[in-house]
């Protein structure tokens, strides 16, 4: 009898379990255990072009203690369905670390996601995510650089811009503050070839050799390089440069005050009317002697924001509002004529929010290649986001849109370490001036010799900003910073005009290795100033609001700016002058961002294609068992948000369950994990179901797993009954379903979801198998799904019966957004029946109706049918 030891027998029984495969239609979904021989899966380029040849890299390491020899497998899905799988043989020793690559040739179809897996049979796996697609403007996952100083290698360039493009997949980058001048970005001395150095507004050295290095490992990663721009604006000094202030904008009628931004520096930014003519072609010439000579691919364009009660040089009063848009074309017009593949342009929306300034001129009328918003106060809440994201994508036809949002804004976060607590010397506590924290302040930090010594002790190995909270009356302070007795750079205080200020915008980022050190802040002798210390933070960001936020975005239709490349670490983005790393990226929150990434490009068609309509924000769609839930975005709720695609209904479930105030950009607490939530999602009973999937960026390695499920109906209607497993912060259900087109594109009510009514047939003269009944009270509603074969204007004609003796009216939404009132006259009894019509514009595809009855409306109806023409 052959005999097995029980170690090892077990070891046979686990791994067979592991891989168990679930077999679900045409469809397998494997089971694994947590990594322990793959370690990272990653491309070798951040976005691929249909028939390319894509190379999969997984690196492996075996710390088991004895030797592996087994399968390496890989398998390519494409949302649930796999697509591809291969496997090699491999042998590790004990001890050993090694790459191993895979080759996939890219399939024909363009514009796909797709996550990578890649495991053995010992139940271990990693997954990676692969873009095919022609154009990066369709799923921009855009990154920036903002240093471009002589001292950062090639070897520099070409590590930073690897790893935001394989472990975050960015596929485009701007290049944020490059510029000499604003006017004449690229400095030529001699005329013609530019010079090997500039400084920049902020007196920064730039150098031409370090932009080139990052372009080009941008375009070794099949990257873009977008090099950033002021639209409509010139330095002090313009005239010399051949720009005419004929073509300013003014804040009197008699052109004596051009419209300008000062620095107060002795440096401004004079404004241009976007839509001069003679402007439009210097600044396009401009731009095209970017992308000739410095390789480019295209302009970042940006702006200051709104300026109203201004002036062109005639007196003439002017919108900035709508000239944007001239601008634009006029500039998209000369880079095509320049260089057709060289032509990428976007635009800053700036402040941007529903209905809000320049939305309309820029979304719906310029030629850009994606939409580009910076959120400021106007879109605060979680809910802003969402509703001001739907309106930008659906003004230029579900263009793809980037947000430019900074997390923790006017926010001191990280472990901080108060001066009264610290060593110092030559320098008293006091509490004489107010905004401080702690329980006091360093006073008469004002000689030479004083000093102020922390004792600090970090968690991890990376680079932190050193933010001191200081007050400053006067002075344009510095003081040396040392570590551990080390000299490592000086820090500069700024004048407050007052005692009772306290501002934490002095840093220095540092490396410190993980454990204890000193960091000591002295007055040394070529420093200068006074001023008075508060306290030392390790500037962090807060990982919990990043992480719903991205997902609020994302969830939304939006991509999101953050990520760049820093001196010696990837950076996140805290502030708008984007050279700013006030705050840093703790080991775990650089962990979830990568899942975050792989997540939003493997599943790039189920977030952001320009297929997807939205859903409502109401209630009636969906009931978790014991859980406060909101389509809005309240706080301490289960956020739901709904799409749908010609094969999906896609619902998103964001976990705001620990939220106190519904603000994306503020720290918050971390979620309350919910574990097997019990769901019911409500479908109009012409839609067929097969399938329910899960996909999350929190969740199995972003895999897609197939969820059991039970339908069934009852008083609201049709519905598909599954368990989530676990809702760390971001959940997506994809639902996969055929919405049925009824005989004449009629749909009945009694089929809809219904919110607060009933079903009858105590009338005649009904189609189908009876009518809404009961429509007569604020708040009731019914919810249908329509499928619109063709894009373009619909009628949506509603049969309807009113004996009431008044008109009776009715809100409707299509997709979430209100579309207008529906009129219904009064009619001779409850056993006529009459129709009432609302028209609207529709994307091909799957759309909700909602007829609802709001606070504004009246009169009760019974609701036969609706006919989609």
């Known amino acids: ?74 398998e390519i899905a494409h949302n649930e369905i796999s697509v591809y799988t291969t496997s090699q043989s491999i042998t590790l020793n004990n001890g050993q670390s090694v790459t191993k690559s895979f080759q996939w040739t890219a399939p024909s179809t363009d514009y796909q996601g797709y996550i990578v897996k890649v495991y053995t049979e010992s139940g271990d796996y990693k997954t990676g995510a692969v873009d095919v697609s022609s154009n990066w403007t369709k799923f921009p996952r855009y990154g920036y650089i903002p240093d471009f100083d002589s001292n950062i290698t090639q070897s520099n360039t070409t590590k930073q811009i ?28 001699d005329g013609v070839n530019p010079d090997s150095s500039w400084t920049d507004l902020f007196s920064r050295n730039i150098s031409y050799s370090t932009i080139q290095n990052y372009i080009k490992a941008v375009h070794n990663n099949n990257g873009k390089a977008m090099a950033y ?46 839509s001069n003519t003679s402007w439009q072609n210097y600044i396009g010439n401009i731009y095209k002697d970017v992308v000739n000579t410095a390789g480019f691919d295209g302009i970042q364009m940006d702006q200051m924001g709104q300026r109203d009660g201004i002036y062109d040089y005639n007196g003439k009063s002017y919108d900035l509002g ?122 008469n930090f004002a000689q030479q010799g004083d000093y102020v010594q922390f004792t600090v002790n970090v968690n991890e190995t990376m680079n932190y900003p050193l933010v001191f909270q200081y007050g400053d009356n006067l002075d344009n302070a510095t003081r040396t910073i040392y570590i551990d007795g080390n000299k490592v750079g000086q820090v500069q205080f700024h004048p407050q005009g007052t005692w009772d200020k306290f501002v934490y915008d002095a840093n220095l980022n540092v490396n410190l290795t993980k454990g204890n050190h000193t960091i000591k802040i002295s007055y040394d002798s070529g420093d200068t100033g006074a001023i008075n210390l508060d306290s030392l933070t390790l500037g962090e960001f807060d990982e919990h609001s990043v992480r719903l936020a991205d997902a609020a975005f994302e969830a939304s239709g939006a991509t999101h700016i953050e990520l760049g490349a820093g001196k010696d670490d990837t950076v996140m983005l805290p502030h708008e002058y984007y050279p700013n790393t006030s705050k840093a990226m703790t080991g775990t929150l650089k962990a979830a961002m990568k899942q975050n990434y792989k997540f939003i490009t493997a599943y790039e068609n189920l977030l952001f294609d320009q297929n997807i309509n939205y859903g409502d924000q109401g209630n009636q769609y969906i009931n978790i068992n014991g859980e406060k839930i909101s389509g809005d975005g309240t706080e301490g709720s289960i956020w739901h948000m709904t799409r749908m695609t010609k094969d999906y209904d896609i619902l998103h479930l964001i976990n705001l ?82 919405v049925n087109t009824p005989n004449n594109d009629q749909y009945e009510a009694e089929n809809a979801i219904k919110t607060s009514v ?112």
């Open 229 to 274: 721009m002021m639209s409509y604006a010139a330095r002090e000094g313009y005239t010399d440069y051949g720009v005419n202030p004929s073509w300013g904008l003014f804040q009197d009628t008699s052109h004596q005050s051009q419209l300008n931004v000062n620095f107060n520096n002795g440096k401004y930014l004079w404004l241009f009317a976007p």
């Open 1 to 74: 009898m052959l005999k097995i030891r029980k170690s090892k027998f077990l070891t046979i029984l686990f791994s067979l379990i592991l891989v168990l495969s679930i077999y679900h239609g045409n469809n397998i979904e494997k089971v694994y255990a947590a990594s322990s021989y793959v370690n990272k899966v990653y491309m070798d380029k951040s976005r691929y072009n249909p028939g390319d040849k894509v190379t999969i890299y997984a690196d492996l390491s075996n710390t088991s203690g004895t030797n592996f020899t087994g399968t390496l497998y890989m």
């Open 657 to 738: 369950s620990n939220e106190t105030d519904s603000k994306w950009r503020n720290s918050t607490s971390s979620p309350i994990v919910k574990n097997n939530l019990s769901v019911k999602y409500y479908f109009p009973t012409d839609t067929a179901i097969s399938n329910v999937y899960l996909a999350s960026p929190d969740f199995n390695e972003g895999t897609s797993t197939a969820l059991k499920y039970t339908t069934g109906t009852d008083n609201i209607g049709k519905y598909v009954s599954f368990t989530v497993p676990t809702l760390d912060y971001w959940d997506m259900i994809y639902i996969k379903r055929a």
């Open 162 to 189: 690897n790893t935001l493009s394989q472990d975050y997949n960015i596929n485009a980058f701007q290049f944020y503050d490059w510029m000499w001048r604003h006017e004449v970005p690229i400095k030529k001395s």
């Open 322 to 443: 709508t000239s944007f848009s001239s601008l634009i074309n006029s500039v998209k017009r000369q880079l095509n004529s320049n260089n057709s593949l060289k032509s990428y342009l976007d635009f800053n929306i700036v402040d941007g929010t529903t209905n809000g300034w320049a939305l309309d001129d820029v979304s719906k009328n310029a030629d850009t290649d994606f939409n580009f918003s910076e959120i400021w106060w106007k879109s605060n809440n979680y809910n802003d986001i969402r509703n001001y994201v739907e309106q930008l994508r659906s003004n230029s036809n579900k263009k793809a849109a980037v947000l430019a949002a900074y997390m923790n804004y006017n926010e001191n976060l990280g472990p901080k370490y108060e001066a009264e607590n610290a060593s110092f010397n030559g320098v008293d506590i006091a509490v004489n001036h107010s905004g401080y924290s702690g329980s006091g302040f360093l006073q």
């Open 758 to 869: 009933t079903t009858n047939t105590d009338h005649t003269g009904y189609t189908g198998t009876g009518f809404i009944d009961g429509f007569a009270e604020k708040g009731d509603e019914i919810t249908t799904e329509i499928n619109a074969d063709a894009a373009g204007d619909h009628s949506l004609i509603f049969r309807y019966g009113n004996s009431t003796g008044t008109e009776a009216t009715r809100h409707v939404y299509v997709d979430g957004s209100y579309v207008g009132i529906l009129h219904m006259p009064n009619l001779s009894n409850w056993d006529t029946w009459s129709k009432a019509s609302l028209n609207v514009n529709l994307a091909a595809g799957v759309h909700t109706i909602c007829i609802y009855y709001a606070s504004t409306d009246n009169g009760g109806v019974n609701l036969d049918n609706l006919t989609v023409k």
